[in-house]
């Protein structure tokens, strides 16, 4: 599988993105998809996962509420969608792969995209 990850942007204070990760190949509707995010001088944090079919999903506390996961299968396709951001959220963005839900171990993605910059000014 190889993921391609897009989206992002320069936003203000309280704005909204939505980043894209597309996937190629087949089976994509048997992996659990994950987005992380890295900011300069920081491991990759957990953001968001959802399921084989998209009937559940887990965010991270600092994002609950304001952040949005989805996918569509028909397409090979997962979206988060970015609302009310704050500069702390300023990081690039990367979309994974892997099987078993356990979300927030990223130790166990197989794949990853390239990541997506965003960036939040204040």
């Known amino acids: 599988v190889q993921l391609q990850a897009s989206g992002g942007g320069l936003v203000q204070t309280g704005g909204s993105l939505r980043l894209s990760c597309g996937a190629s190949g087949r089976l994509f509707d048997t992996y659990v998809m994950g987005w992380f995010r890295q900011a300069p001088g920081k491991e990759r944090e957990f953001v968001s996962g959802?399921?084989?079919?998209?009937?559940?999903?887990e965010y991270a506390d600092s994002v609950k509420g304001r952040f949005t996961i989805s996918r569509d299968n028909n397409h090979n396709m997962v979206y988060l969608q970015l609302d009310s951001l704050k500069p702390e959220d300023t990081a690039r963005y990367y979309c994974?792969?892997?099987?078993?839900?356990?979300?927030?171990?990223?130790?166990?993605?197989?794949?990853w995209g390239q990541g997506t910059q965003v960036t939040v000014s204040s």
């Open positions: 959802i399921d084989e079919s998209g009937g559940r999903v």
């Open positions: 994974g792969a892997r099987i078993a839900w356990r979300p927030r171990t990223i130790e166990e993605y197989y794949y």
